[in-house]
Every structure is written in structure tokens, then in C-alpha cells.
């Protein structure tokens, strides 16, 4: 399967929480959209991982994902490595997607850091023909997409771009609220974390509304990138 679009995650919710808006908007316009998960966050202090499969499959029927993959990577100990490096350029290989998201490379989480760096390096070396690696015992060609964009988790950047969502606001978050063991709910006996909390909704709807305004636009979702980005002025002309 070929990709448009493929999001790398450190863990289930991930992508839900900080791109799934911009995923929406590409599988409403006909994109073919993948989300590969890294870890099953088994460290979770809420849920279960087995739940968090449940609730990321669920996740990833309401954004019409074309693909979703977990890799099964230890939670809590994303960090470099040439394993887990040489399997994320061959998943950048098999499905060949034009564009990869991936978390901005200084957050709170380490995981998050790690999957970062990994993406990187992986989006570079999947171009290289000398680093070899094996797609169900066949030798995959060298790829690799146009652009890597980095998508905003807990600290924020200074955006170079902002996706509108205003279209796919709720499906985003009907999306995050699949993972219901993670968020508010009144009724859990479980103990509260960070993003439990009723205000971490809250903070999730007035972030999208802060850089919708930015652009003019009820909601949107911030992506930052290290190359220039081209913008088509004649864009413009058909609004």
C-alpha cells in the first residue's frame, strides 16, 4: 500500500491529540493517511495496552485511516538505535508516502524526543540504496518522501505554517475521546494524569482555536519545519 501521508507517534493518542484534525482534513479530501504508534504505552498509569489497541483501532476508524501499525517498541525507551532505526526506514520504504509527520523535537516526554530523532535520521537514510533492509525477505528499493513537518505536543513553537481544521475539529476530537480510559471521565476510579485532568480538554479546544485565529480560521493545528516551505500565492486567487 502507498501512502500520502504517514504520522509517527510514540504512542496510541499521540497523533489524535496534536495532527488528528490535519489527518481528517487529508482523508476527507481522498488521501490515503497511516499512523504507525511506536510503543503500545503499556507504561500508561491509566488502561491497559491491550485497551489502548482497542481504543486506537476505534481512533483510527473515525479518521478514516487507510493504514494503522504498532511497532511494538518498549514504552519509556524510545531512544536510538540501529534496530529501531533500520525498522522505521523500512516502513518509510514500503509505503512510500510523499509526506511524514512526526513530533517536534523538544517536548516533555522523552519518548517523544526519541521518535523524533528516529524519524529523522530514517527520512534520510531510507534515501541511501547501501543501507539495506528487507520487506517480507525481499531487498526494498531506496526512497524517500518530499518533507518532513514536525507536529506541536506539549511545548510550543513558533509555527512555520498552520493547517486550518475547522472542518475536522470534531472529528479530531471524537477521535481523542476513542481513548477513553486516558481523558476525563468522572466515573473512573483510576488515578488522575496529566492529561485526565477535565482542564487538558479544555487547554486541547482553546490551542486550536488560538492558531485558528491566527490564520483567520475557527480552529487549526501547528506544524514547524527545518527547510523552507514553498506557498503558492496563486492560492489565493481562487478564495
Do not use: W
Not at 489527518?23 to 481522498?30: E, L
Not at 481523558?183 to 482553546?206: D, H, R, V
Amino acid at each position: 500500500m502507498i501512502l500520502d501521508l504517514l504520522v509517527f507517534a510514540a504512542h496510541p493518542d499521540d497523533a489524535e491529540l496534536s495532527v488528528g484534525g490535519t489527518i481528517a482534513r487529508f482523508a476527507d479530501a481522498g488521501a490515503k493517511v497511516g499512523i504507525i504508534d511506536l510503543t503500545k504505552g503499556e507504561l500508561g498509569t491509566r488502561g491497559t495496552a491491550e485497551i489502548r489497541m482497542e481504543e486506537a483501532e476505534k481512533a483510527a476508524k473515525i479518521l478514516k485511516l487507510a493504514h494503522r501499525e504498532n511497532l511494538g517498541f518498549k514504552d519509556g525507551s524510545i531512544k536510538f538505535n540501529d534496530e529501531y532505526l533500520k525498522t522505521i526506514i523500512s516502513k518509510i520504504r514500503k509505503y512510500k508516502p510523499q509526506i511524514v509527520l512526526a513530533p517536534y523535537f523538544n517536548d516533555r516526554h522523552p519518548d517523544h524526543i526519541g521518535t523524533s530523532q528516529l524519524v529523522k535520521e530514517a527520512m534520510f537514510c531510507s534515501g541511501l540504496p547501501k543501507i539495506i533492509t528487507e520487506d517480507s525477505g525481499q531487498t526494498q528499493q531506496a526512497y524517500r518522501p518530499q518533507k518532513l513537518f514536525y507536529f506541536m505536543q506539549t511545548y510550543e513553537f513558533k509555527p512555520s505554517f498552520i493547517v486550518d481544521i475547522s472542518s475536522t475539529f470534531k472529528t479530531k476530537m471524537d477521535a481523542v475521546y476513542a481513548y477513553s480510559t486516558q481523558f476525563y471521565n468522572p466515573e473512573s476510579k483510576e488515578p488522575e494524569t496529566f492529561i485526565s485532568q477535565p482542564a487538558f480538554i479544555k487547554f486541547l479546544e482553546a490551542r486550536a482555536q488560538y492558531f485558528g485565529f491566527k490564520i483567520g480560521k475557527e480552529y487549526g493545528e501547528a506544524f514547524y519545519s527545518e527547510e523552507e516551505v514553498e506557498l503558492n500565492l496563486l492560492e489565493y486567487l481562487k478564495k
